[in-house]
């Protein structure tokens, strides 16, 4: 999660996963768009690929790169989940459940049973 963080504290990397937002495009394209070196842009772009917020893939002489939504979209809601009140015990819950599931007894503090759904 902090990689993540600290990818998006850049506003050029922002930019970047907005222009990938709807399109696969090579690293030529994406520099191209930005008035930066190529560097720069390879240097964002590696900053957003260890983050896992895009991937890459090499095509004959050409890097294309597209955004993994599914990944930003999980991160950013399990730090709201961590920070929000509300969905503290609902992730008690969950993880309660988890365990039954895997046959591991439940934590200490855990309900037997979840509260109804409100």
Do not use: W
Not at 55 to 77: C, H, I, M, W
Request: a neutral charge.
């Amino acid at each position: 999660m902090e990689r993540v963080f600290q990818a998006l504290a850049s506003t050029p990397r922002r930019k970047i996963l907005a222009y990938l937002a709807h399109a696969e495009l090579s690293a030529g394209d994406i520099a191209a768009r930005f008035e930066m070196s190529k560097p720069a842009v390879s240097q964002h772009l590696s900053v957003l690929e260890n983050a896992g917020l895009i991937e890459s893939e090499k095509r004959g002489q050409f890097v294309f790169y597209r955004l993994l939504p599914d990944a930003l979209t999980n991160v950013l809601n399990g730090y709201v989940q961590e920070v929000c009140p509300v969905s503290r015990p609902l992730k008690a819950e969950s993880r309660a459940l988890a365990d039954r599931q895997k046959g591991k007894p439940a934590e200490a503090g855990a309900a037997d049973e979840p509260p109804p759904a409100e």
